[in-house]
């Protein structure tokens, strides 16, 4: 299996010590986004588990236990979220500055290929005009050329919370936008020699030389084994998004970064707030389990072709 760490929280900036716990037990209980009583046992073992695709806006508390991981039988690789904007949109971020040195300095450990840039969401008129966007991007391509393979981008969607927030709501990219953002950063990132993929968007952008992309990437992870993934479309994903299945392990409204336009938190609580729960030395990121709770063990298979046994959650 491909284990996501994770689409619903920065685990890297803020729960990397209950991460090692979980790798070192070997399994994590994952709480149901849709119901909020039921929880997944997820199994670990680095038998089963095929790579881990870390998603960050800041690696560096994760860099001390990166050997320790690597020790352990681990694959993975970093989507590393590195935008222009200020503290007016991304509260409680480190100042950019500090986020490039930590994205070179991953790279240098790990490898061009093992962290791929995300320039992502992409904020429109009138928020964020094409020329701020331009010169924004250009100074980022010249900072990370040759520390990456690739750069996602990703247009802001209108969801459900920016209603909340007119100016950020009337800057969601129409397809007009789309097309002059594309037309305009597509040749920067072609003067830096880096390639150009979109995430799940529905628009066909090869025009610009940019290509559709895969987050969970089966073929990224296929080079980094050296062998072939049976990996299937998750279909549980947005309609335009190519990634292949994964197991999430992260919580909603757990991350405080505090970013005006995210997705994954649902509440107006402060990054203390977020945080006050947790526990790292409980096998669950989001707190504590209740007595009306109920966990169930989830077998997953290694993709791998080359091997075809389970090792069931149970094992753990």
Not at 177 to 190: D, E, F, H, M, T
Not at 284 to 312: I, Y
Request: glycine fraction near 4%.
């Amino acid at each position: 299996m491909i284990v996501s760490a994770s689409r619903r929280t920065d685990i890297p900036a803020f729960y990397a010590p209950w991460l090692m716990g979980r790798l070192q037990e070997g399994f994590a209980l994952v709480k149901n986004p849709m119901v909020s009583h039921r929880f997944s046992r997820v199994s670990l073992d680095p038998r089963c588990v095929d790579a881990i695709v870390f998603w960050t806006k800041n690696a560096s508390p994760m860099m001390d236990v990166l050997d320790d991981i690597t020790s352990m039988g681990y694959m993975y690789y970093f989507q590393y979220t590195l935008t222009p904007y200020d503290t007016d949109v991304e509260r409680y971020l480190p100042p950019k500055a500090t986020l490039v040195d930590n994205f070179r300095a991953l790279s240098t450990k790990l490898g061009p290929h093992r962290v791929v840039w995300r320039y992502d969401p992409i904020i429109g008129p009138p928020y964020f005009s094409t020329n701020y966007h331009v010169e924004a991007f250009g100074k980022l391509c010249e900072a990370l050329a040759g520390y990456t393979d690739t750069c996602v981008i990703s247009f802001m969607d209108a969801y459900a919370r920016l209603r909340r927030q007119p100016r950020l709501a009337a800057s969601v990219p129409g397809p007009d936008s789309i097309r002059a953002l594309c037309a305009a950063l597509a040749p920067i990132a072609a003067a830096y020699q880096l390639p150009l993929a979109a995430c799940a968007e529905a628009m066909d952008l090869r025009e610009y030389g940019i290509q559709p992309s895969s987050c969970i990437d089966p073929l990224r992870i296929s080079r980094l084994l050296g062998v072939p993934l049976k990996a299937r479309t998750d279909a549980n994903q947005r309609g335009a998004c190519r990634c292949a299945e994964s197991v999430d392990i992260g919580a909603y409204d757990t991350c405080a970064h505090g970013c005006t336009y995210c997705y994954a938190t649902r509440s107006s609580r402060s990054p203390e707030e977020r945080l006050a729960s947790h526990d790292p030395a409980l096998p669950c990121l989001a707190g504590p389990l209740g007595p009306e709770d109920v966990v169930t063990l989830r077998e997953m298979p290694s993709l791998r072709e080359e091997q075809v046994s389970f090792f069931p959650s149970s094992s753990a």
